[in-house]
């Protein structure tokens, strides 16, 4: 037994030699024994197998799979067994531990055979302990594969490589049935796929017989060559592309099944760890697997990478040894067979990742989405809608591209290492020197990485508030025109915007010393490896030389992706922070209590409660916030079922607090809220989506046809929808926009009765309406039959609706002051106060009036709504324009523009010497192997590494001068394209804005810029690389190998008819993937305003499904949009496999002594070979930058078309005086508006003087016409005849913003600005504290905001640090601290009660004294004191004179009015 290992393994170690593991270790223990193992384990598994019962089959692609694998072994290991066979006869030695090895092999593959034919029995190969082992026996064979590289037999070579394949591929197939296995048994995801979806299905057989699978072997082909594609590229070549025209998503990629998977795993890290949930680990629970298996891929992909270096080191050997030409030829063909297989590889790779990014996208934009449906508004409070935005926009795009990042993060380290270990085996220990640069550069790229680190989050910072801006400024543009702050706003952006500039230079710039860095590594390793390596003694030959130098190039790519691979990292972990906070903020608990207790009290009967709050204090702050002001404090309240209650209490009090805390959008301090059943809520400003009429109002619930005519009969409706085209079809604008202020009100009241709930809440709707539409919506709508059994909860300042209250609760400063029925003495006097000054001027006219039953009928309100009443609805709301064809060369041109013509050519001559200076450097590389390889040597070493110190000086140089320049004309686009964008945009005409959503340009502002900032011109660098690389290579090859002339035509033929094909669709699929995007924005920004309302209605699952529907289109286009760009990368990838295999073959040819032409010594053969084999990755990289640049142009193109809007006109013919209008004079000579061609006029040849320091009202129904006089008068229409005159002036003549700025208004919907409540009553800083103070204490807001902290205190965005009727209060204010000569009035005392409007009254009168007020109001005693007042009806003046004379005159419409404002 002492001599069997002597026996067994004469003349070799047990164990170890010089190389590593001994040969006969390796086949007896780590081959022959791990075979054996396998066979043994096989059989008890088989056996134990068979007593229990089969549950499942395995699919017939799977079944087929198996011996067919099995046979392929099979033929391996007998061709092993013949050729040890065939040698013995031969008379040479073979070794035991050969047979041995062999034979095991052998086995191993007959028992995989015997099993795989068994097909009842087969699947108990995909068991537990054989996948392990399997992976197991992977690794045991890579000392073996060590062996075999050293060895110079090329044909076992090529033997142990593909026996190595298919152990791969067997280990990975039966793994990746395992997982199916597991996902079926666990019954969720019933159709997931893990890495090979259609190949490899695993389905349970509920029958007997076999399943069956046609066309097998064509699916696998389509899959392999992405034919699915085809029709769509055909077609996009053709013609233009619409979203029908897309690839369908697979069930597993659909939004609903990515959104319940993560959603399901971010809930149980949430419940596992609820202070520190992780969105990172959620991610990997839901699709680490299938993201594990994707790795194995790429590591079999990477590794088969290095194969190319390797041919090429054995091919250059062969011609300088000169052996048989058969070898050479198998070596040649072998090159091009490797560049086929890692081109399908490096495809599906692709393919897998990018589903799996689509699947990740897709899940992370949804539970944003739904996260944002179910926070309160007080937990949203620390978010900014800008960040909130960017989540979306930006930061989900981040997390997904962690996908890539990860994977590189150990790819690319490990191409570094097998690089370096087979430049080992090359120059043995001169590689060190190289090594050496690159370590003592990772210290220097840790410090740039930490820097870029540190200004991406600033940047992130100031872009969230840039964004955030933005959207404040597209959102009131209209009320910044009239202010006339449009350019005040945009320089208070600009500011933001330098901040951002600044950050992002900061990490531009660094980017660029990594990219040069890392781009200077392979030449300056090449220097000083060659280098130490020719001064160790050594001589350079080409096989030594041009080995390295492949070896280089596959060092550049995961070298230069590196740095970019760490940002990623950086960027997707600022990105995950920035969402972990969001998502984990504490949701609304929707719950509500089932049982109703009883209700007690002397003043009412006994009754169960609907609402009941008990000692309830709230505040708006978010829960993270230990600091807070209480808006309601102690606040108790009960509510019997089926009560109408009216809130009442002055501007600020804290109604619509109370609403809101009743419906859980705020922070409880303490104290217990009770809701029973279903509720409705109105807000005080109506949420109102884009879409139809119908859709508003249904808001998800089925469509009953006689309760929708009664619904929009009881809120008077129906005349309006009648008066529409396309009826209650007809869409709606974004917020409405398209709407009057009183139909929004309306729309919302009808949406909220349409839902039958059992409680309503509704704050101040009947403000936005004039007194004939708000009786008949408290008798029809609120009193109504259909309201009239259920609670209803509202705020109101209205007379009418508080006497017909059941109960009647006053708020004061945030307490409940009264509580008490309309006959309660203590509120009587109350209610009395505040109807002295709405019926004491009208005692003569109630006298003679009666009043009407309730329950009898009244004269219905005939109303044409609309400040653009819809006619053409389908014409209001532009569809969103994408161009066709090609990206023009003027988007290109304007781009250069941008970034500078001299920085675009200076980049680009950069990048075209530092490619000569880098082809240089290895043509003499050629030229110094050529004249030392004979020992004929013309100069001495230090000559030849001189030029060669030289080269790579000039190289790092260039590459230096290119990153720079490039960042330098990046950033400079970058704040071009801004600065442009915004101003074109504030110039545009009011009429823009109301036919372009918002959400729609600013995707302008948030993604394109986005793409314009940072991806552009990292694409167009990538680009430009790539097309100097190219141009690099076809002339070396050119010049050192004659006969690849004679590619380039057919070659050149196919590219162009590949690249034709490509372009032409993937602009197509890059538009429809923008205009996709546009409704995921704009639906986002929609219900971050509606959020409040939609959880009232509880309705999040249905706008959840409605953002699936956009989010599917999305992935649509994106899902096409992948296979198309990995169509053409395969194609190009075989296309380049030829090129690599004809010149190879054409180097063998030109050994033939007999040609008449030399094709090149062995130093230029080897150059040629060296440079063909980056073709592969070239083309593919050239092909795939340039339609990339194209699609990230396209981003560009989008912005210059907002670029070519026509502005409004700015300036004007006439000078104006400082003072003007000194006096206030009016006129209107005969002025007629429309908004649109499609719309009837708004104003018919109306006319009409107002002189100067008189006090004007406007007066007329809901959509009448009278915002429409202000919309003139401040220009924000233009008018298609008459003349407007200020001061005996043609406001048409005058400059526009100059205009607007002498004139102060209250506009309709109040607005505040985030920012200091100083900066926005005196954004310019031109008045004193004192007159501010004294302006406050007439607007009755001076002690509410000393409370709250001065002038200083910060007003939260959309002002909602105050409520609706104190943000028009210091509107008010702000339009008093003006001291302009014409003051308008646009409904500014609509949300106010009566006494705070009496009170504001006086002071206007007092303030304003010799100044003209043109006042729009719906309460009549508003204008009574008036001078004069106009009526008007569907545009038309139809009356005007004193309002007492037109009030007295019963024939008059104005008398109407009045009676109508009484009852």
Known sequence: MADLPSFICPDSPYVWNRNGVSECFDNLVLG??????????????????????????????????????????LCFALFDVVMLFWASMSARTILYHEWLYACSEFLVWMAVMVVSRCDTQM??????????????????????????????????????????????????????????????????????????????????????????????????WNLLTFKIIDPVIRHGSIKQLDFEDLLQLPIDMDPSSCHSLLLRMWDAQYRNNHRHPSLFKAICSAYGWPYFCIGLLKVLNDCLGFAGPLLLNMLIRFLQKGARKVDGYVLAISLGLVSIVKSFLDTQYSFRLAQLRLKLRSGIMTIIYRKCLHVSLAERSKFSEGEIQTFMSVDADRIVNLSNSVHDMWSLPLQIGIALYLLYIQVKFAFVSGIAITILLIPVNKWIANLIAHATKNMMEQKDERIRKTAELLTYIRTLKMYGWELLFASWLMKTRSSEVQHLSTRKYLDAWCVFFWATTPTLFSLFTFGLYSLMGHHLDAATVFTCLALFNNLISPLNSFPWVINGLIDALISLRRLNKYLSCKEIDTRLNKSSPTFCDEKFDSKELAVAVDEASCTWSSYDEKEFDLVLENVNLRVPKGFMVAIIGEVGSGKSSLLNLILGETRLINGTIYLVGSKAYVPQIPWIMSGTIRDNILLGKDYDQNRYSEVLEACTLDLDISLMNGGDMARIGEKGLNLSGGQRARLALARAIYHGSDTYMLDDVLSAVDAHVARSIIQHAIMGPLMSKETCILCTHNIQAIHLADMIVVMDNGHVKWIGSPTDSSVTSYISFLSLNEFDTFTEVQRNEKLPNLDGKMEKPRELDSISTINEAQDIIEVEARKEGRVESEVYKNYAAFSGWSIAVISC????????????????????????????????????????????????????????????????????????????????????????????????????????DDSLPFILNILLANFVGLLGIAVVLSIVQVTFLLLLIPFWFIYKKLQFYYRSTSREL?????????????????????????????????????????????????YTEVIASLWLSLRLQLLAAFVVSFVAVMAIVGTDEHLPISLGTPGLVGLALSYASPIVSLLGSFLTSFTETEKEMVSVERVLQYMDISPEKLTGESLLDTNWPSKGKIQFQNVTLR?????????????????????????????????????????????????????????????????????????????????????????????????????????????????????????????????????????????????????????????????????????????????????????????????????????????????????????????????????
């Open 1070 to 1118: 890059r538009r429809l993937d923008s205009v996709s995007r546009s409704p995921i924005y704009a639906s986002f920004t929609e219900i971050l305003e509606g959020s409040s309302t939609i959880r009232a209605f509880n309705c999040e699952d249905f706008l959840l499904i409605r953002f699936m529907q956009h989010v599917q289109m999305y992935q649509r286009t994106s």
């Open 1235 to 1463: 908004y649109m061609p499609s719309l009837p006029p708004a104003l018919v040849d109306v006319s009409l003087i107002i002189p100067e320091g008189s006090r004007v009202g406007i007066v007329g129904r809901t959509g009448a016409g009278k915002s429409s006089i202000l919309n003139v008068l401040f220009r924000l229409n233009p008018i298609c005849s008459g003349c407007v005159l200020v001061d005996d002036l043609d406001i048409a003549l005058l400059p526009v913003r100059d205009l607007r700025s002498r004139i102060a208004i209250v506009p309709q919907s109040p607005f505040l600005f985030e920012g200091s409540l100083r900066d926005n009553l005196d954004p310019y800083e031109m008045i004193s504290d004192r007159k501010i103070w004294d302006t406050l204490e007439k607007c009755c807001l001076k002690e509410e905001i000393e409370t709250a902290g001065g002038l200083d205190i910060h007003v939260k965005e959309a002002g909602t640090t105050f409520s609706v009727g104190q943000r028009q209060l210091l509107c008010l204010a702000r339009a008093l601290l003006k001291a302009s000569k014409v003051l308008c009035l646009d409904e500014c005392t609509a949300n106010v009660d009566t006494q705070t409007a009496s009170k504001l009254q006086k002071a206007i009168w007092s303030e304003c004294e010799g100044r003209t007020i043109v006042t729009i109001a719906h309460r009549i005693s508003t204008v009574l004191a008036m001078d004069n007042i106009f009526i008007l009806d569907q545009g038309i003046l139809i009356e005007e004179g004193n309002p007492q004379a037109l009030m007295h005159d019963e024939a008059s419409r104005f008398s109407s009015f009045v009676r109508a404002s009484t009852m």
């Open 32 to 73: 022959f024994g791990a075979n054996m193992l396998t066979v043994v384990m096989i059989l008890v598994l088989w056996i134990i197998h068979r007593r229990g019962r089969q549950l499942r089959r395995v699919h017939l692609s799977a079944y087929n799979a198996f011996p067919v694998l099995a046979a392929l072994g």
């Open 909 to 1012: 001559l950069s990048a075209i010497l530092m490619q000569a200076s880098r082809n240089g450097n290895d043509l003499w590389l050629s030229f110094w192997v050529d004249t030392t390889g004979a020992n004929q040597s013309k100069f001495s070493t230090t000559f030849y590494l001189v030029i060669l110190c030289l080269f790579c000086l000039v190289n790092s140089l260039l590459t230096l001068v290119r990153a720079f320049s490039f960042a330098y004309g990046g950033l400079r686009a970058a704040i071009k394209v801004h600065d442009q964008l915004l101003h074109k945009i504030i110039d545009s005409p009011v009429s823009f804005f109301d036919r372009t959503p918002s959400g729609r340009i600013l995707n302008r502002f948030s993604s394109d810029l986005y793409t314009i």
């Open 123 to 220: 699947d108990f190969l995909c068991h537990d302990v054989l996948c392990v082992w399997w992976i197991i026996k992977l690794l045991l064979l890579m000392p073996r594969l060590q062996i075999v590289f050293t060895s110079p037999q090329v044909i076992r070579w090529f033997r142990e490589i593909f026996g190595a394949i298919l152990d791969i591929t067997f280990a990975t197939l039966i793994n990746i049935i395992r997982v199916r296995i597991v996902s079926y048994r666990n019954s969720y995801l019933q159709l997931c796929s893990s890495v090979v979806d259609p190949l490899l299905p695993y389905q349970r057989q509920d029958k007997d017989g076999p399943l069956t699978d046609v066309g097998i072997v064509w699916k696998v």
